[in-house]
C-alpha cells in the first residue's frame, strides 16, 4: 500500500469517528419551509376545539393528520414561502388535500379536506410549538 492511501484511509477513519460528536452538537433540525421539529400542539377550530399534541419530525405529519403512518404520494399544488397547497393519495386509506400556512416557524394554520377509512373529514386547526419532544 502506497503512503498516500494509507494518509487518506487514516483520514477517512479519523472523520468516521468524529462524525458522531460532531452531529451531537448540531443544533436542532428544521422541517422544510422553516418550520421548528418538536412537539406541536394542533388545537382544532369548531366547536370543541380539541387539541392534540404531536412530535414532529416530517412536514408530512403536519400535511396529511388523517392518515399518519400510511405510505402516501403527494402532489404539490401551490407553493410559496409562507404557504403549501398539497393533494395525497394514500390507496384504499383515503386520500386528501391541505392548505398550511405559515405565520411564523413556530405557529401554523392548516386547513385539509379528503376521505380517511371510507369517511369524508374536513377541519381547521392552528398548531403551535411548544418544545422539544418528550
Not at 61 to 88: D, W
Request: net charge positive; with cysteine.
Amino acid at each position: 500500500m502506497t503512503a498516500g492511501r494509507c494518509a487518506l484511509g487514516a483520514a477517512l477513519a479519523m472523520m468516521m469517528a468524529i462524525a458522531p460528536a460532531v452531529q451531537a452538537a448540531a443544533p436542532l433540525p428544521r422541517l422544510p419551509k422553516g418550520l421548528e421539529a418538536g412537539e406541536w400542539e394542533l388545537r382544532e377550530r369548531g366547536t370543541d376545539g380539541a387539541v392534540r399534541r404531536i412530535c414532529v419530525a416530517h412536514l408530512n405529519q403536519l400535511l396529511q393528520s388523517r392518515h399518519a403512518g400510511n405510505s402516501c404520494k403527494s402532489f404539490t399544488v401551490s407553493e410559496t414561502q409562507r404557504r403549501l397547497v398539497v393533494t395525497y393519495e394514500c390507496g384504499a386509506a383515503g386520500n386528501g388535500r391541505t392548505d398550511l400556512r405559515i405565520e411564523t416557524a413556530r405557529l401554523v394554520q392548516i386547513q385539509s379536506q379528503g376521505i380517511a377509512r371510507g369517511a369524508p373529514f374536513d377541519f381547521s386547526l392552528e398548531g403551535r410549538w411548544v418544545g422539544a419532544c418528550h
